[in-house]
């Protein structure tokens, strides 16, 4: 059965950093661009980062960009986003979603994805 399960996430001080694993059983990455979400309370779910098969990547929130970055690690079924500069603003629930894609599908959108994680909480306070 294939599943997505999230870590990494916690409280931190605004300006600290955090990297939030995105593990991935039942089935290899090797086919799949993978997405990384957030949702704040009140709030629609957002996409944040998105990488593609052969390992480029696109943020799709601006207020992540030069902050954020998204990589992966097939041989480890893992992905990742090492989340920089931190700000309260970025707290949310984080999500990775997969989908079975082409070599450079990406997409922002979560109706695009049809596997989802638990989500990890994200909380910038100090």
């Known amino acids: 059965q294939l599943q997505l399960v999230e870590s990494g996430g916690g409280l931190v001080q605004p300006g600290g950093s955090l990297r939030l694993s995105c593990a991935a059983s039942?089935?290899?990455?090797?086919?799949?661009?993978i997405g990384w979400f957030r949702q704040a309370p009140g709030k629609e779910r957002e996409g944040v980062s998105c990488?593609?098969?052969?390992?480029?990547?696109?943020n799709y929130a601006d207020s992540v960009k030069g902050r954020f970055t998204i990589s992966r690690d097939n041989a480890k079924n893992t992905v990742y986003l090492q989340m920089n500069s931190l700000k309260p603003e970025d707290t949310a629930v984080y999500y990775c979603a997969a989908v079975r894609a082409s070599y450079l599908y990406c997409s922002g959108y979560a109706a695009d994805f049809n596997s989802w994680g638990q989500g990890t909480q994200v909380t910038v306070s100090s």
């Open positions: 039942g089935f290899t990455l090797d086919y799949y661009a």
């Open positions: 990488i593609r098969r052969d390992g480029s990547s696109r």
